[in-house]
């Protein structure tokens, strides 16, 4: 018996090398020789046999996966965590390990090789994001005749995002190859995202060719004038081979800009946050104007000069653009995301005129690109003309960057107040000191009474709050608002908070209130959650709730036990001890209407004893907790409270997150006395 296995398993290791020839006849084996033929099989014999045991009714995920570990090196978390399709995940490794580096240890050929280029080209129809890095030399592969034109070809139908990252800075030479790469999938294929990140030193040239191919389809000027700023070519939709001339206002008339000397940036880091800045001689009121002329929320006609040469023509409804730009034929593609991005002002120049016409964007993702103030406004000029246009489908906008002397609650005013029909809105941006800002925005222009916003998140870290325009922001989006993050609220005064909870819509789903001082605040927050019967997500992070009196604390977890819809609750650096863990163990009981899946208790000063006594409490049946946090809390290691806790937990609770601290560590001592 043991010699005929053997035989069995010979013929099979046989039967997948010559398994090219003998494809057509494999349907007459049994299922069970089927099963054991599929682990020696090479994964591109695999994916063409797939249909064949598919219709065996035999899975092939288990191999692929297999498959991908051998060729990207063993990883146990990423291969538990993701549930995706491995074949997928393994063509796509494949392919972008052969384009970056076909002399790889687990590549057998070269590109070279007919054999090796069958294998890429099948590869390249399973491509649905394509990475783009450091050096641009795999563009020219892409996009070269004849061999690279099938690769291409094969792309443009499924390819629906690029990634740029790393980005050398001496790579012009390749301009006109990844202009082309671009062209080819916004036009003729299904690109629908370009995200640009971590570039601190990306050529301008480079960035010209991804904002133009991936926009509104500006042509890539001639190699010798690359680095003339002075003209841009566009492609006039009335003609084929000619190309219009485009006269464009130098940039001192726009913006007077203050170099941030990105050429001498060396490390991500420094360019990111070493951001100087020189304008603490504006006041806010010019701020407050300057803004409102970028957006266009000022009078048709009116021009504002700043005393610094800054000169912003301000473009009402019936205003007329400064340059002209003709009707393009439109891409494809509907997000575009710039992170850790260096942005020159030509770059920004050039990305507002891409923005003019770019009717297809759907979302834009800005963080932390180093922009300055003026910069920042040039962009958003051309973000409000485009939303102008009835035919333009923006919906979210998405704005974090280092510190600049716009609070974030003006500009979310003022952008919503040139663009109601907003669904998506994130601003971030750390508050310079030192300059007092008055928020004069709602004062200057109507707010819209009804907005179209379903979420919001705003950081207003170091930033003087108005609590009545926030109110009124609220109030306005109150009809369609799902989600809602404020973070870095700080100390405020009860009424301000009163005001901020007492506008938060009924119906929202999603609430997060980072960073926010509720000691005194927590029968405000109480009356607020009784109405918030539809809340699902409740994110209270760093908000001082177990600082005090704990009678307001248990009012407030009676409160979340009435809402039937709550599901995920973060409470991470509250302190809030033993004595507050033991209260959210009521959460759990049988009386309770809310149905907890997500508990994040992390950063609370909880030792051994309290996890313990919160893990007896716990309902042995019917339990819905699947996810526990308890990272960053003082619990020994060793002690016999701490493992008998845990294993109650691990048998209640699916998953028990936890790393578990040294009781000797002077850390621990520090933050359990704090």
Known sequence: MTESFALCDLALMVASRHVATMQHRLDELPTSLLRKLMPLLDAFHLERLENTFLKRGLSTESVWKDHWTKLVGWNSEDCESNNGCWRQRYMEAFFHNALYNPHHQHNLFSLTTESFLTAFLTASWYINSLILRHDLSAVALLTSTGRGDSVLAHLTTCVRRVQFRHLRCGEVQFSPDLHCLLKALAYNGILQEVSIAHCPNANPSLLQAIFTASGCGFKEPAPEAVDDSDRVFVEDSDSNSETTPVEEKPWSEVVDCKSSNTDAIGDLFDFVFTHTVTEETITSEEYASRLLCCLGLSKAGQEFHQPNGCHFHCLGDGGKLSFEVPELKLSHVSILELS????????????????????????????????????????????????????????????????????????????????????????????????????????????????????????????????????ALLLGASQCLQELQLSGLGTVLRKDVGLVLSAIPDGLRSLALTRVDLTSSLDLLSDCLHRLSSLQHLDLGHCNIGTGHMDKLWILVQELRGLPALKELALSGNRLGDEGLLMLAELFLHDSLCFLTHLDVSLNCIHSDGLQKFSTNLPVTHTSLLLLDITGNPISPSASPTLAALATLRRRVRCVRSNVWSAESPLVDHVAAM
Request: hydrophobic share 45%; aromatic share 4%.
């Open 340 to 471: 850790h991005v260096g942005l020159t002002d030509e770059t920004c120049r050039l990305l507002e005129m891409v923005l003019l016409r770019w009717f297809s964007l759907k979302s834009l993702i800005l963080t932390y690109n180093a922009l300055t103030t003026d910069q920042l406004l040039v962009v958003l000029h051309g973000v409000v003309h485009l939303c102008r246009h009835p035919t333009n489908h923006l919906d979210s906008l998405t704005i974090t960057e280092s510190p600049l002397p716009l609070p974030s609650l003006s500009l979310a005013v003022a952008v919503l107040v040139a663009r109601p029909q907003l669904r998506k809105l994130e601003i971030g941006i750390d508050f310079l000191p030192g300059i007092i800002y008055i928020p004069t925005i709602h004062q200057l222009c109507p707010f819209p009474c009804a907005l179209s916003l379903q979420c919001l998140t705003l950081c207003l870290l170091h930033q003087p709050v108005n609590a009545s325009l926030l109110q």
